[in-house]
C-alpha cells in the first residue's frame, strides 16, 4: 500500500509562485512514475504534469508548460510541482498520484486511469 500526502497549496494572487509537495510512503517510490492532475469546480480531473520512475521524462499539459516544472527527491520521497506565473484558472485541487507498475526509464503515464494510488489533494486558488 502506498500513501500520498499533498501539501503547499494556498491563496494567492495572480503572476504569483506555489511549490507543491506530495510525500509518499513506501520503499519502493523510486520506481514509480508520478503526476499531478487537477480538478476545478464542475469540471473533471485533468492532467498537468507527470515525470517517470527514473525521473529522465517529463510531460507536461499544454495548458501549464512553461510555467510549470515537476521533479521528484528520491531520497526524501517527494515529488514537486512548481508552479510560476499562475493564472486564475490554475485555481483547482491538486492531486498527486502513482504508477506502481513497472515501466521503462522513459515512460510518462498522462492518462489518470494509468495510476494506482492518489493522495487527498491540496487546494489551490489563484485570485485575479
Known amino acids: 500500500q502506498v500513501q500520498l500526502v499533498e501539501s503547499g497549496g494556498g491563496l494567492v494572487q495572480a503572476g504569483d509562485s506555489l511549490r507543491l509537495s506530495c510525500a509518499a510512503s513506501g520503499r519502493t517510490f523510486s520506481s514509480y512514475a508520478m503526476g499531478w492532475f487537477r480538478q476545478a469546480p464542475g469540471k473533471e480531473r485533468e492532467f498537468v504534469a507527470a515525470i517517470s520512475w527514473s525521473g529522465s521524462a517529463m510531460d507536461y499539459a499544454d495548458s501549464v508548460k512553461g510555467r510549470f516544472s515537476i521533479s521528484r527527491d528520491g531520497a526524501k520521497n517527494t515529488v514537486f510541482l512548481q508552479m510560476n506565473s499562475l493564472k486564475p484558472e490554475d485555481t483547482a485541487v491538486y492531486y498527486c498520484?502513482?504508477?506502481?507498475?513497472?515501466?521503462?526509464?522513459?515512460?510518462?503515464?498522462?492518462?489518470?486511469?494509468?495510476?494506482?494510488?492518489w493522495g487527498q489533494g491540496t487546494q489551490v486558488t489563484v485570485s485575479s
Open positions: 498520484a502513482a504508477d506502481a507498475k513497472v515501466s521503462s526509464t522513459w515512460y510518462v503515464p498522462g492518462l489518470s486511469s494509468e495510476y494506482d494510488y
